[in-house]
């Protein structure tokens, strides 16, 4: 079964304190990586997509990478505005040739001014 | 341009009670998928539809079913309804795509519905 742990489950940071956060997964025949960034009370919003091991992607003070195994989300100088759960999702071939996503539990972050 | 809409955004249920969910995907998106989200995880998701025929089913039992319209908006029914579908419904629109994998997916703001 398709799993995706993600760590830590929250996160306090000071403006400006960079951290990282980790999204681990075991999947058979992985067809992308996907971050998300949800604010309470709303739908998740799209950050980045990474397909193959070694690929990176930026915006902002956010940097998604991708490893056989592993993502990480680096965020850099964060600002309070950065606060919301951030989501990792993987997908994967399914029966029928379709493709499912499976979500992690995501990470409540912080930033303090 | 407008983004996903979802209606009604607040529901509340009486247990067996059924209820219909409804979704207007972007523009020119013609892939919807429906998740559920309880409180404190992530969505999981339920169905995928792309031009109108269901491409892809999570784990969940036959009270779930949804289908899609020509102009590509989408409802989703639940029937006999249980304390614990009780959760934030949410409907996500994807740009086409051939191998109809779910590449960026844009959210709605979600269904909360309450079953009491």
């Known amino acids: 079964e398709d799993q995706v742990t993600q760590s830590p489950e929250a996160l306090r940071l000071q403006e400006g304190e960079s951290s990282s956060l980790n999204c681990s997964y075991t999947v058979s025949g992985l067809r992308g990586l996907f971050w998300y960034r949800q604010d309470p009370g709303k739908g998740p919003e799209f950050l980045f997509t990474?397909?193959?091991a070694g690929e990176e992607k930026e915006k902002e003070r956010l940097k998604a990478t991708l490893t056989k195994k592993e993502s990480f989300l680096h965020i850099t100088a964060p600002k309070p505005e950065d606060s919301a759960t951030y989501l990792c999702?993987?997908?994967?071939?399914?029966?029928?040739?379709?493709?499912?996503?499976?979500f992690g539990r995501g990470t409540s972050l912080i930033v303090h001014p | 341009d407008a983004g996903v809409t979802q209606s009604p955004t607040h529901l509340i249920k009486t247990r067996g009670q059924h209820v219909t969910l409804r979704c207007s995907p972007i523009?020119?998106?013609?892939?919807v998928s429906w998740y559920q989200q309880v409180l404190g995880q992530g969505p999981q998701f339920i169905f995928q539809y792309y031009e109108k025929e269901e491409r892809g089913r999570g784990n969940f039992p036959d009270r779930f079913s949804a289908r899609q319209f020509p102009n590509y908006s989408s409802e989703l029914n639940v029937n006999a309804l249980l304390l614990g579908d009780s959760a934030l419904y949410l409907c996500?629109?994807?740009?086409?795509?051939?191998?109809?994998?779910?590449?960026?997916?844009?959210f709605g703001q979600g269904t909360r519905l309450t079953v009491v």
């Open positions: 996500a629109s994807s740009p086409r795509d051939r191998t109809y994998m779910n590449t960026e997916a844009f």
């Open positions: 999702a993987v997908q994967a071939p399914a029966s029928g040739g379709s493709y499912i996503p499976t």
């Open positions: 523009s020119g998106h013609k892939s």
């Open positions: 990474l397909y193959s």
